[in-house]
C-alpha cells in the first residue's frame, strides 16, 4: 500500500513539474515575443514609412494645394472660380425691367450665355463680400446695374462667344486683362 501512495505521489510531482514546465515554457515565448515586437517593432514601423512617406507626401501637397487656393486665384484651366451652383438663367432678372439700353442688354446676355458667364469669375470684388461668386450671380439681382465691371465682363464673354470661343479660360484671360489688378 506504501508503495501505492508513494507511487501517486511521484506521479502527482511529476504532473506539477510536468505542468510547472509547460507555465515556464510559455512564459518564456512571451518574454521573447515581446522582445522580438520591441526589437523589430521600430524597423517595421521605418520600412511602413519610408512605403507610405511618398504617398502621403503626395497626398499632403494636394492637399496643399487645394487649401492655399482662393477664388480669384488663377487655376490650371484659366479659371479662377471653381463653378457651383446654378448654370441656367433661371434667377436672372428680366432684362425688360431695365430701361439703360446696356444694363439691357448685359442681362439680355446672361440670360443667352449663362453657362458660360457661371464660370467666370467678375473683377468687381462682389466675392468679398459674401454676395456673388460668378459674373452669372452679378445678374440675379441688380448688382450689375451700377457696376462697370459687371457689365464689362458679360461684354466681353458675349463677343467671345460671338467669336466661337468656347474655353472659359481664354474668356477669363480676356477678362482678366480688361479688368484684372494690375501689377
Known amino acids: 500500500m506504501k508503495s501505492e501512495t508513494s507511487r501517486r ?14 507555465y515556464l515554457l510559455a512564459i518564456v515565448a512571451l518574454i521573447l515575443a515581446a522582445v522580438g515586437a520591441l526589437v523589430s517593432g521600430p524597423l517595421v514601423m521605418q520600412r511602413h514609412q519610408t512605403e507610405v512617406a511618398p504617398q502621403k507626401a503626395a497626398s499632403s501637397a494636394q492637399s496643399a494645394q487645394a487649401t492655399a487656393w482662393h477664388v480669384g486665384m ?3 484651366d484659366g479659371l479662377r472660380i471653381i463653378p457651383n451652383g ?6 436672372v432678372l428680366n432684362p425688360g425691367q431695365f430701361t439703360d439700353k446696356d444694363v439691357r442688354h448685359a442681362y439680355s446676355v446672361a440670360t443667352r450665355i ?3 458667364l457661371n464660370k467666370l469669375y467678375c ?8 454676395i456673388h461668386r460668378s459674373n ?4 440675379e439681382d441688380q448688382m450689375a ?3 462697370e465691371v459687371c457689365l464689362g465682363t458679360a461684354e466681353i464673354a458675349w463677343q467671345m462667344t460671338q467669336a466661337r470661343v468656347q474655353d472659359a479660360g481664354k474668356i ?4 482678366d486683362a480688361r479688368w484684372g489688378q494690375k501689377g
Open 9 to 22: 505521489k511521484v506521479t502527482r510531482r511529476r504532473e506539477r513539474k510536468s505542468a510547472a514546465s509547460w
Open 74 to 76: 488663377q487655376r490650371p
Open 86 to 91: 446654378r448654370s441656367d438663367a433661371s434667377h
Open 114 to 116: 449663362p453657362a458660360v
Open 123 to 130: 473683377w468687381c470684388g462682389c466675392e468679398n463680400r459674401g
Open 136 to 139: 452669372l450671380q452679378c445678374f
Open 145 to 147: 446695374v451700377t457696376c
Open 172 to 175: 477669363q484671360a480676356a477678362v
